[in-house]
């Protein structure tokens, strides 16, 4: 039953002052035609005019990277395809459901296969269309359009179609889009904010990891040591004669991102994958030894038995009076590891490295407790890096949760 106030139609329940209104009749579409590409187009280095690809259109902001240029001269003689302030940029192919207005006048030009939407005054606002394009109602009318299952492709005729459901209001649809830019700015922020916590461990690593820099209260000669000098490397492994009804928690790969475990699953030994062998302990260091310069490394913390991980990692089990496990673990994402498996890895069709690889990697290393000081710092700002993305995460959650109250009107700003 349709809640009083509201009505139902073919994009679903709106308010009953909403309308559903095709987007060619509050908008002009247009792209850049195939034979004034082949004829007429000419990229130039330094040109004055920056030709938007598919890559460079992100979610409601330009993505600077890899940008083509124009000349100006160029730009105005392909006029229709000219970007101007107020204008809606939109993939049609391969990022498709990505949009961004354009906010500066003789910046922008669009290339091959990106929409120009130029919004229709007084009957849309543009960011609000933006913000319509990148919603859930965006997403089930490239559904409806898709042209291909292999590369996303929706065609202009086909986005001239496009339902939208809309306030009767400028200033309605205004709010809404001041409202979630509000919510962007935030995520932009702390997307700023991550990327600089970011900078500053790296470069704490550099200077903490190598010596450059010396904590207060440490002193004493720093030496390069092989793995196999500071720890045991794949010091357990399940064998043949392990029972078949053994049950364990598996780690793979695919579970493993940079330092942190995804995911894992349960298992039992007689039907585990061939590769689930080896055994781990507390503060074990786990190194990816297949395409290990992805880096989807991890430090096991659970003070638990029966977790097993793939025969894709190198098991490093540090020696107390040595090493200190996190001390290790920096290290795999640090350059002085990275080199040397570079290194080993060069050249080769399939990267990969094994344990006796791992054994001989060489660290520069103080004394087990400059080594343990040092990981705290870093752990430290990997924690306070933590705690923004999840922030950021839930920050995006929260603009997801709002794009669905205010785009369908369940909440009403003006």
């Known amino acids: 039953m349709v809640k009083v106030g509201f009505k139902q139609t ?27 590409y082949s004829s007429v187009w000419e990229e130039t280095p330094n040109g004055e005019i920056i030709a938007l690809r598919g890559f460079n259109i992100g979610k409601n902001r330009i993505i600077e990277r890899d940008f083509v240029r124009i000349s100006k001269e160029l730009s105005w003689k392909l006029k229709r395809s000219k970007l101007y302030v107020g204008d809606v940029v939109y993939p049609c ?11 500066e006048n003789d910046k922008y030009h669009i290339q091959q296969n990106i929409a ?12 609000y269309l933006a913000y319509y394009l990148m919603s859930f109602y965006g997403e089930a009318e490239i559904e409806r359009f898709n042209a291909t299952s292999s590369q996303p492709n929706v065609l202009v005729g086909s986005l001239r179609q496009y339902r939208v459901p809309l306030p009767p209001k400028i200033e309605e649809q205004r709010a809404i889009a001041e409202t979630l830019s509000d919510v962007d700015a935030l995520i932009a ?33 720093w030496k390069r ?14 064998t043949a004669n392990t029972k078949p009804d053994y049950e364990f928690k598996y780690i793979s790969l695919d579970d493993v991102d940079e330092g942190f475990l ?25 190194l990816s030894t297949v395409r290990p310069n ?16 793939s025969t894709g990692f190198a098991v490093i089990r540090c020696l107390k009076q040595e090493a200190y496990p996190a001390f290790v673990y920096f290290h795999l ?39 343990k000081a040092i990981a705290v710092i870093l752990a430290d700002m990997e924690a306070e890096i933590t705690a923004l993305e999840t922030r950021r995460a839930k920050t995006q959650a929260l603009k997801q949760g709002m794009m669905q109250e205010l785009l369908t009107g369940r909440t009403r700003l003006v």
Not at 116 to 125: E, G
């Open 116 to 127: 120009k939407i130029t919004p229709a005054k007084n009957k849309i606002y543009p960011e």
């Open 93 to 103: 192919v391969g990022t498709i459901g990505n949009a961004v207005v354009i906010t």
């Open 189 to 221: 922020a702390l997307d700023k904010l991550i990327a600089k916590k970011r900078a500053i461990k790296t470069a704490a690593m550099q200077e903490l990891l190598t010596g450059q820099k010396r904590l207060p209260g440490f002193g004493g000669e």
């Open 333 to 371: 994402f640090g350059g002085t590891i990275s080199k040397q498996i570079e290194a080993l890895i060069s050249g080769s069709n399939y990267p990969a490295i094994n344990s006796s690889d791992v054994r001989d990697l060489m660290i520069p290393a103080p004394e087990v407790d400059e080594q």
């Open 262 to 286: 995804n995911s894992y699953s349960e298992k039992v030994f007689n039907s585990a994958p061939s590769r689930a062998r080896r055994v781990l302990r507390k503060g074990d260091v786990l």
């Open 10 to 36: 073919e994009v679903g329940v709106i308010p009953e002052d909403w309308d559903v209104v095709p987007l060619e009749n509050i908008s002009s579409i247009t792209r850049l035609a195939g034979a004034e």
């Open 294 to 309: 992805l880096q989807s490394h991890f430090l096991f913390d659970k003070d638990e038995e029966d977790w097993i991980c």
């Open 225 to 238: 040591k092989r793995i196999t000098e500071l720890a045991e490397v794949d010091p357990e492994n399940l």
